[in-house]
């Protein structure tokens, strides 16, 4: 089962009241962080480089917590989502 396949089975209930994750400081991802490591290690993509600033697009997290740890200037706030949002089992 590749990847892909994998990320078939889950699904996410986005919580309208914001991020999980907060991305403490962007003159630290802009100047501190050449490679920009977490749009790399993020095995869903949430972390992107646009425009000069990391974007975060929460409602797609795995809950992994690689970008807890993976974030050469702990610039990551991490923390899981509200009860009943956020990561869902389409098959329990
Ligand atoms: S790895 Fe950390 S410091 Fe680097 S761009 Fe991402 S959030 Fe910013
Ligand atoms: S917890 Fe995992 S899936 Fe969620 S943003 Fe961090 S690295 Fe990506």
Not at 19 to 30: N, Y
Not at 63 to 70: D, L, N, V, Y
């Amino acid at each position: 089962m590749n990847l892909e396949d994998k990320l078939f089975l889950v699904g996410f209930k986005p919580d309208e009241a914001g991020s999980h994750l907060v991305v403490r400081s962007q003159e630290a991802c802009r100047n501190s962080c050449e490679r920009k490591l977490c749009t790399a290690f993020c095995p869903a993509q949430v972390y992107k480089w646009e425009e000069g600033a990391i974007t975060v697009g929460y409602n797609g997290c795995l809950e992994c917590g690689a970008c807890r740890i993976g974030c050469p200037n702990s610039n990551i706030e991490w923390r899981y989502p509200r009860g009943g949002f956020g990561l869902q089992y389409k098959f329990g």
